[in-house]
């Protein structure tokens, strides 16, 4: 599967000397474009950033849109499908389009389809969208 093979190349970026937990995300674009993302840690943890948000502020800042957004898949070498953080969730819940397909893998070859909002069904939304 074209989506898993761009998850295992993002997750060979990760920068990960302290907890040797690789995560890699691979954001498909309707125009058949992939946007990598991998976990990348720090010295100060809190500074330590999440392969979905890297992928996600990557795609952002490139000038692509929440429109151009087909799927997402995020895959570790964990014992099921990998899980998103909290806040990995809520970013993904405001930045992918409502119903946008994510893919959870693992190495293994154990995948979950799910959507943003059955990984976060109460997720914090503005009642405005905004400034702009």
């Known amino acids: 599967m074209k989506q898993i ?11 990960v000397p302290y907890s040797k937990f690789k995560v890699g995300a691979a954001i498909e674009l309707k125009d058949g474009t992939y946007i990598h993302g ?6 100060s943890f809190g500074l330590t950033n999440c392969a979905e948000r890297s ?5 952002y800042s490139q000038g692509y849109q929440k429109e151009d957004i087909k799927s997402m898949t995020i895959i570790a070498n964990d014992h099921g499908p990998v899980s998103p953080c909290g806040a990995c ?7 992918l389009p409502k119903g946008t397909k994510i893919i959870l893998a693992n190495t293994q ?12 069904p109460y997720a914090f939304i503005l009642d405005e969208k905004p400034n702009e």
């Open 38 to 43: 991998a976990n990348i840690e720090n010295a």
């Open 55 to 59: 992928a996600l502020y990557s795609l």
């Open 5 to 15: 093979d761009e998850a295992i190349k993002a997750r060979e970026k990760a920068y």
């Open 109 to 120: 070859g154990k995948t979950l389809e799910t959507t943003p909002d059955e990984l976060l």
């Open 89 to 95: 969730r809520q970013v993904m819940h405001e930045l």
